[in-house]
T-cell receptor, first 114, second 117 residues
Framework: AQKITQTQPGMFVQEKEAVTLDCTYD???????LFWYKQPSSGEMIFLIY??????QNATEGRYSLNFQKARKSANLVISASQLGDSAMYFC???????????FGAGTRLTVKP | KAGVTQTPRYLIKTRGQQVTLSCSPI?????VSWYQQTPGQGLQFLFE???????NKGNFPGRFSGRQFSNSRSEMNVSTLELGDSALYLC????????????????FGPGTRLTVL
């Protein structure tokens, strides 16, 4: 069963503006981790940000922040002040404490326009 | 510190052949995970090796196998190749592995793009 849903196949944002990439997940575990990765056209996956299910505060890493709404099972990625180099595929992923493999969403292709 | 390296970067094979892909993790990392990425199925977990032992396995047929050596380098083998095996194969390493829900950050290699004709 699909556990990670990214409903936006593609997104456009103007340079220097903020953008939100959506991610919802499905789990019955109380303990799990949520991850966002960026995949440029070169193919290499780059870790961006992590949110643990028990973390009370939303995670932030530089221009990246994670809008974590546990009751709604959503973990949206917010990129502030978009740059041209942010154009890439973005994947949301989850790892449950009782299931050690990492599950990825289908991804969102972000294009930053100058 | 050198990143995760994968060889070869590109590979073309024909149906029925077998292929071996190699992954060298970041120095000191003991866990290596393999993923298959295709346009249709997205990113799917293949297996994870930790200290030379397969610790986790995804839902792939037995044609897909792997191993890890004492220096943590890992190889993935696909036998009797099918057209549907054409994909980008990504390797990721982490210090302690992917157990649990904690922040065990995985570092990915550039991938091996396999084309099966």
């Amino acid at each position: 069963a699909q556990k990670i849903t990214q409903t936006q196949p593609g997104m456009f944002v103007q340079e220097k503006e903020a953008v939100t990439l959506d991610c919802t997940y499905d789990t019955s575990d109380q303990s799990y981790g949520l991850f966002w990765y960026k995949q440029p056209s070169s193919g290499e996956m780059i870790f961006l940000i992590y949110q643990g299910s028990y973390d009370e505060q939303n995670a932030t890493e530089g221009r990246y922040s994670l809008n974590f709404q546990k009751a709604r099972k959503s973990a949206n990625l917010v990129i502030s002040a978009s740059q041209l180099g942010d154009s890439a595929m973005y994947f949301c992923a989850m790892r449950e404490v009782n299931n050690n493999d990492m599950r990825f969403g289908a991804g969102t292709r972000l294009t930053v326009k100058p | 510190k050198a990143g995760v390296t994968q060889t070869p970067r590109y590979l073309i094979k024909t149906r029925g052949q077998q292929v071996t892909l190699s992954c060298s993790p970041i120095s000191g990392h003991r866990s290596v995970s393999w993923y298959q990425q295709t346009p249709g199925q997205g990113l799917q977990f293949l297996f994870e090796y930790f200290s030379e032992t397969q610790r986790n396995k995804g839902n792939f047929p037995g044609r897909f196998s792997g191993r890890q050596f004492s220096n943590s380098r890992s190889e993935m083998n696909v036998s009797t190749l099918e057209l549907g095996d054409s994909a980008l194969y990504l390797c990721a390493s982490s210090l302690l592995g992917t157990s649990g829900a904690g922040r065990q950050e995985q570092f990915f290699g550039p991938g091996t793009r396999l084309t099966v004709l």
